[in-house]
């Protein structure tokens, strides 16, 4: 018979009953034979406790990932130490950096790789980079302390001043050896205009 024709007496019950099948929490298990004939259906439940659930979950195994996003205009990863308490792994406004546990920034970096502390403020403040002044020293105390703007020359001796033409003052000197500082001192003669290491 052509299976576009129904007998008269119409399909024959499968002894399936009529309903749906599955839902949210459960798959629907149908049993099919060689004719196509569906003999029986029924669901089975999912096994929801190794999935995760997108609104919140938690883990205890290791989640490896190739690369992790977290977005929103303000992110946060938090870190319990459950002993202790709660800091934070922060990014906004180009800032990255920890939080303290009382929500405070503890220290960050802008995008321009300067970093910031709650102890210390911006480390670059506190780096050595030149001398301001260098002592000249002698007799006479009103010849301390020299101001030069103009005073460019080598070997670290910033700000000398141009030195009356007097024997043997000591220009001591300030160095900058890269995090650490060094006292120099240098005699002279004459006026060297600068130039510590004249003679």
Same mark, same amino acid.
């Given at each position: 018979?052509?299976?576009?024709?129904?007998?008269?007496?119409?399909?024959?019950? +499968?002894?399936?009953?009529?309903?749906?099948?599955? +839902?949210?929490?459960?798959?629907?298990?149908?049993?099919?034979?060689?004719?196509?004939?569906?003999?029986?259906?029924?669901?089975?439940?999912?096994?929801?406790?190794?999935?995760?659930?997108?609104?919140?979950?938690?883990?205890?195994?290791?989640?490896?990932?190739?690369?992790?996003?977290?977005?929103?205009?303000?992110?946060?990863?938090?870190?319990?130490?459950?002993?202790?308490?709660?800091? +934070?792994?922060?990014?906004?406004?180009?800032?990255?950096?920890?939080?303290?546990?009382?929500?405070?920034?503890?220290?960050?970096?802008?995008?321009?790789?300067?970093?910031?502390?709650?102890?210390?403020?911006?480390?670059?403040?506190?780096?050595?980079?030149?001398?301001?002044?260098?002592?000249?020293?002698?007799?006479?105390? +009103?010849?301390?302390?020299?101001?030069?703007?103009?005073?460019?020359?080598?070997?670290?001796?910033?700000?000398?001043?141009?030195?009356?033409?007097?024997?043997?003052?000591?220009?001591?000197?300030?160095?900058?050896?890269?995090?650490?500082?060094?006292?120099?001192?240098?005699?002279?003669?004459?006026?060297?205009?600068?130039?510590?290491?004249?003679?």
């Amino acid at each position: 018979m052509p299976i576009t024709q129904i007998p008269p007496e119409g399909l024959k019950d +499968s002894g399936v009953s009529a309903g749906t099948y599955g +839902s949210a929490s459960q798959i629907p298990v149908v049993t099919v034979n060689s004719k196509g004939q569906v003999t029986s259906a029924g669901t089975a439940a999912l096994d929801l406790s190794t999935k995760i659930n997108k609104a919140g979950d938690t883990m205890t195994g290791t989640l490896s990932v190739p690369r992790l996003q977290v977005a929103s205009t303000a992110n946060y990863i938090d870190m319990v130490d459950t002993d202790w308490g709660t800091r +934070s792994f922060h990014h906004n406004q180009g800032l990255m950096g920890f939080l303290k546990s009382d929500g405070n920034w503890d220290m960050y970096m802008n995008n321009g790789g300067q970093m910031w502390t709650a102890n210390y403020g911006w480390l670059h403040d506190c780096f050595f980079s030149n001398v301001s002044n260098c002592v000249r020293v002698n007799n006479n105390p +009103s010849s301390g302390w020299q101001g030069a703007p103009n005073c460019q020359i080598t070997d670290n001796c910033y700000n000398c001043g141009d030195q009356a033409p007097y024997n043997y003052y000591n220009l001591i000197t300030l160095f900058d050896n890269g995090g650490n500082l060094r006292l120099g001192a240098y005699g002279t003669r004459y006026n060297c205009n600068c130039d510590c290491n004249c003679c």
